[in-house]
């Protein structure tokens, strides 16, 4: 059963929606309730905007902060078109929303970013397919839809390399590591026997992302390159500056270029690349939204990736994308959130928490971002 609180009225037409440039007072639509959410909605409230969040009943933080909530299935067709006639422009904070929800929102109100970044970012396979198009190099990878498909695919890239699920893995879910001919048995077992992708390692360095906005019309900006670690498949550490050359981190913001072009992309995107030993770049994945490993921009920016793509998909200017400071942001992970007092009192920390009701291994439950200098690099 749905439930929407306050429900409202739309301010413009479908046909004015798709190419609107939203004033404060619109309504921005976010699909999800979790901590990108909330960022996106008081990043929204900031300029003077509304916001209406879409997502199942459960723990969300997004309904903290918003205007307005939907508390209903990502199936349940009335929800939807109602919440599509209350909003002026609809995103969503994770790549895993269900495409024929966000399809029939399509026939009511804008989409940003669109539809085919989504569809495209929730299958593996696809997704490597389609950057393996644009010419974007990424690891060695072949479809495995049954045991013997995994066999060989085993025998053609080799070993060692990654068993994942072509779809809803995420933060290290729904993966499996093959070092050795014995890991390759009961492997597909071990990821449900789902429609997967094998993916040869590759000889990498380190690994950076991008965080880069394409606005309505066309304007692209990027955010430094951090450089991220990660722990047990979930991201611990994105530091900025990352430990590159200036011409590696131009060529990975060219591929993001590339890749925001061939999508019309709007919005802010997250490109995940492996820095190659021999000093190339591979993409490992992208994701069609705000990204973890941008957080640090909320404190070490003027306008954080958060703001960034609030203006983009309202049509607005893009903000400057220069950081005033260096930074190095640590995810808060199921317990580490109870060392909240020691780090609300270091100076330097930028703390974050989500409002989450109850900490978990492995649960994302805020950040704390360090800040080092204060000057500005362009």
Not at 88 to 115: H, K, L, S, W
Not at 177 to 200: C, Y
Not at 223 to 228: A, C, I, L, Q, V
Not at 325 to 352: R, T, Y
Request: charged share 20%.
């Amino acid at each position: 059963m749905a439930r929407q609180t306050n429900p409202g009225r739309g301010r413009t037409s479908f046909r004015q929606s798709l190419t609107a440039v939203l004033d404060p007072g619109s309504t921005i639509g976010i699909l999800g309730g979790g901590q990108l959410g909330r960022m996106l909605a008081l990043a929204a409230a900031r300029l003077g905007l509304k916001s209406h969040i879409f997502c199942p009943p459960g723990d969300n933080p997004g309904s903290h902060v918003c205007d307005r909530i939907t508390l209903a299935e990502y199936d349940e067709t009335a929800a939807c078109e109602t919440f599509a006639a209350d909003v002026d422009v609809v995103t969503y904070e994770f790549e895993n929303v269900p495409v024929a929800c966000v399809e029939r929102m399509a026939a009511q109100v804008a989409i940003r970013p669109g539809i085919d970044a989504l569809r495209i970012s929730q299958d593996r396979l696809v997704e490597k397919n389609f950057l393996a198009g644009l010419g974007v190099a990424t690891a060695p990878f072949a479809a495995v839809d049954d045991a013997p498909m995994l066999a060989q695919a085993v025998a053609g890239i080799g070993l060692p390399a990654i068993l994942k699920t072509r779809r809803l893995g995420y933060d290290g879910r729904g993966q499996v590591t093959l070092r050795t001919p014995p890991d390759v048995s009961g492997a597909w077992e071990q990821v449900g026997a789902a429609a997967s992708i094998l993916e040869g390692f590759v000889d990498f360095e380190r690994e950076i992302s991008i965080i880069a906005a394409r606005g309505l019309d066309g304007a692209i900006t990027c955010y430094d390159p951090p450089e991220n670690i990660h722990a047990n498949g979930i991201l611990a550490v994105s530091r900025v500056p990352a430990q590159i050359t200036n011409e590696i981190a131009q060529a990975a913001m060219t591929l993001t270029t590339h890749i925001l072009n061939a999508l019309d992309y709007v919005g802010v995107i997250g490109v995940e690349f492996f820095v190659l030993k021999n000093g190339t770049l591979a993409v490992n994945e992208f994701a069609p939204r705000v990204h973890n490993s941008g957080h640090w921009t909320l404190d070490a920016c003027a306008i954080s990736q958060f703001e960034q793509h609030i203006r983009a998909i309202c049509g607005w200017p893009l903000g400057d994308a220069a950081r005033h400071s260096d930074a190095e942001m640590h995810n808060l992970i199921g317990a580490d959130a109870g060392q909240w007092a020691a780090l609300a009192s270091e100076p330097g920390a930028c703390l974050h928490l989500y409002g989450k009701d109850a900490p978990r291994p492995g649960r994302k439950m805020g950040h704390v971002t360090r800040l080092f200098g204060k000057e500005l690099h362009t």
